[in-house]
């Protein structure tokens, strides 16, 4: 009984010992915040605000535009012969199917071109990254976005990144 007692107590201490190593050896970091809250990440937002500013200002003319027809046809709409009242409904749907695609269009390009302006910004804070990891003896680096849970055993590293690919 007593070697059974002391097998289950060694057999423990040897499976948790590797676990508990390991999991000093994890560390996450947020690379959204990380990518907002860096000097060059903030500046390519504000180029990007500026860059769409006038297409939102399109997009709200055009939302206008298409709410003041609607009204308007709301508001004759009694009086129209149903010829007219087609033609006004198909003259409304057509603007309003320009306005879909133009918001998506607009959508598209804002996308497209954040994604260019964080491409070299997500290598360069990556590669920094893997430094930090190695200078730490971290085994594995995960993305909090892709992590569901964050035990204590795990380090976040997103401030000494942010820190650090700021002061480069």
């Known amino acids: 009984m007593r070697h059974l007692l002391l097998l289950a107590a060694l057999s423990t201490a040897a499976l948790s010992a590797p676990v508990s190593a ?16 860096t000097d060059e990440g903030r500046e ?7 860059m ?17 027809a609607y009204e308007d046809y709301e508001a004759r709409g ?38 260019t302006l964080l491409q070299d910004l997500d290598e360069k804070m990556r590669r920094l990254t893997e430094t930090i990891a190695a200078e730490h003896s971290y ?14 055993g795990a380090t976040d590293m997103t401030d ?3 820190t650090r690919y700021n002061a480069q």
């Open 22 to 37: 390991f999991a000093q050896g994890v560390a996450v970091v947020d690379f959204e915040r990380a990518v907002n809250e």
């Open 44 to 50: 390519a937002q504000t180029r990007l605000d500026t």
């Open 52 to 68: 769409f500013a006038t297409r939102r200002d399109e997009l709200q003319r055009m939302q206008a535009t298409f709410q003041t």
């Open 78 to 115: 009694i009086v129209l012969s149903d010829a007219a009242r087609a033609e006004e409904e198909r003259t409304l749907m057509t603007k309003q199917a320009e306005l879909q695609q133009t918001a998506q269009t607009f959508e598209t390009e804002m996308q497209s071109t954040y994604m």
């Open 139 to 152: 085994d594995v680096v995960l993305d909090r976005a892709a992590v569901v849970y964050v035990g204590a």
């Open 160 to 162: 000494e990144l942010i």
